[in-house]
């Protein structure tokens, strides 16, 4: 059973629509779905997998990562009236949650590389559990950048590691010398754990809830030690003051692409 089918199970439970069974039998109808207002839409190819598991078929007349106008038609659906019912929220609640994040992303995206072309906008592991990879794909498609999926692909040492661990030259080492094709990302807060971390040649260095200015002059002292290392920017970064860390940093990550992002409103209408 994949995603979709456990998400239409949840839906339907062991009865099934009720309503629409006991309202209808075999008749079909036509309906599209209608974008409430402008954004960047998301999520219409596992809509489409969607009425084609109801029984339905979907057409989507525009792209996922396109920009789409209020009233704007975004998908075309005809087969039996129950199947397009049967899939209808589902179908919603992935477009309108995914477009939320994609929006979001891109007008990130843009305000920061205006300052700095290169820089990277990362989701982080902040997401809802069972939704993860359709949330990072809306990321994807608003520009961004996924980070680590989870944590098996990289590794992040963080504050609780290096506390288990003793300090963070311990932690590191012990990484080293266990872990050898996989990206070493450290997250520090304050300057002598970062200045240790980038002698001892780590890939990433994230600067964990650091002021504009302090992460701005550390990330040139870790460049001078090592300027391959790339710098991530985390912790406390908003929409309102991310462009302030665009400019020097090498990636910038921001959970609430996922955890907090506002859906985007579409309609489902039987045309």
């Keep these: 059973m994949n995603d979709i089918d456990r998400y239409l199970q949840e839906d339907m439970g062991v009865e099934g629509d009720i309503t629409s069974d006991a309202l209808f039998g075999d008749e079909t109808a036509e309906a599209v779905i209608v974008a409430k207002e402008d954004c960047i839409v998301a999520g219409l190819e596992e809509a489409k997998i969607v009425f084609s598991k109801t029984g339905a078929n979907a057409e989507n007349m525009v792209k996922d990562g396109d920009f789409v106008n209020e009233k704007d ?16 929220r ?16 891109k007008a990130i995206v843009n305000k ?27 990321v994807e498609l608003g520009g961004g950048e996924t980070h680590r999926f989870g944590l098996y692909d990289a590794v992040m040492i963080k504050d609780n590691h290096i506390k288990i661990a003793g300090s963070i030259e311990d932690a590191i080492k012990k990484v080293k010398q266990k872990v050898h094709d996989k990206t070493i990302e450290v997250e520090v807060e304050n300057e002598e754990d970062a200045l240790l971390a980038a002698n001892l040649n780590v890939d990433v260095i994230m600067l964990d809830n650091f002021a504009p200015e302090k992460a701005n002059m550390l990330a040139k002292k870790i460049k001078e030690v090592n300027p391959k290392i790339l710098i991530e920017i985390s912790g406390g970064i908003t929409p309102d003051n991310i462009i302030k860390y665009a400019n020097f940093a090498d990636r910038i990550s921001l959970g609430c692409l996922t955890h907090s992002v506002k859906s985007k409103d579409f309609s489902l209408e039987i045309t």
């Design 73 to 88: 038609i975004v998908c075309k659906i005809i087969g039996p009236a129950k199947s397009i019912l049967k899939g209808e």
């Design 90 to 105: 589902l179908a919603l609640n992935i477009i309108c949650r995914m477009s939320g994040i994609a929006t979001e992303t």
């Design 112 to 138: 920061c590389r205006k300052i700095n072309p290169k820089v990277a906008i990362a989701a982080t592991r902040k997401t809802t559990p069972g939704f993860r990879k359709y949330e990072k794909k809306a």
